[in-house]
């Protein structure tokens, strides 16, 4: 079976411009949650997604959105790109809603110039 | 390949030697706790899992070592191989009712493995 896939692997955007990013989880997987890791630290959380609902989400400004789809893939936007928000978005699947053994993807590397 | 983390605290551990990996929580309500590797270019893989009513946990060539009372895990990598070079993360989780259910990460220790 595939793991959680991720597309595009490598994205460079510049200040402003708005960027989606997208996920499929592991096949039978009904929960999607997003994170973003800055060089050096630890991934931090942004949203959680279940059965197409957002579950909830970490201090991250309303620039950044997402959604699920009734297949369970996820995408998540972000608007008027900040230099900052130049990381790694991974996507982390489980089975369930409160399941705790999350899969991660390999991440969409983003580059904000 | 990229680096994941650059100014990580680093462990470096001669082949075939054991490495002790240490990591301190801070949310005496997590119940759960993963050990996550992650290599450069790549997203965390999961290793070892523990659940807060045990203190130890053993799979293949790797053991966790869980102490409630100083919110402290340990990662044990027994015969570290050149393949075991990577960043190591701890994570908890803490089950909240209506809330998300999220992981919240720990720094990490970048694992170097000399031949």
């Known amino acids: 079976d595939a793991g959680v896939t991720q597309s595009p692997t490598h994205l460079i955007k510049t200040r402003g411009q708005h960027v989606t990013l997208r996920c499929s989880p592991i096949s039978g997987h009904k929960s999607v949650s997003w994170y973003q890791q800055v060089l050096g630290q630890g991934p931090q959380f942004i949203f959680q997604y279940y059965e197409k609902e957002e579950r909830g989400r970490g201090n991250f400004p309303d620039r950044f959105s997402a959604r699920q789809f009734p297949n369970y893939s996820s995408e998540l936007n972000v608007n008027a790109l900040l230099l900052g928000d130049s990381a790694l978005y991974l996507c982390?699947?489980?089975?369930?809603?409160?399941?705790?053994?999350?899969?991660f993807g390999p991440g969409t590397r983003l580059t904000v110039l | 390949g990229e680096s994941v983390g650059l100014h990580l605290p680093t462990l470096s551990v001669q082949e075939g030697d054991n490495s002790i990996i240490n990591c301190a929580y801070s949310?005496?309500?997590?119940?759960?706790f993963i050990w996550y590797k992650q290599e450069s270019g790549k997203g965390p893989q999961f290793i070892i899992d523990i659940r807060s009513n045990m203190d130890k946990r053993q799979g293949q060539r790797v053991t966790v070592l869980l102490n409630k009372t100083v919110k402290h895990l340990s990662l044990q990598i027994a015969a570290t191989q050149p393949g075991d070079s990577a960043v190591y993360f701890c994570?908890?989780?803490?089950?909240?009712?209506?809330?998300?259910?999220?992981?919240?990460f720990g720094t990490g220790t970048r694992l170097q493995v000399t031949l």
């Open positions: 994570a908890e989780f803490a089950q909240n009712t209506g809330t998300a259910s999220k992981l919240t």
């Open positions: 982390a699947s489980s089975s369930d809603y409160g399941a705790d053994t999350q899969y």
């Open positions: 949310n005496s309500a997590s119940d759960y």
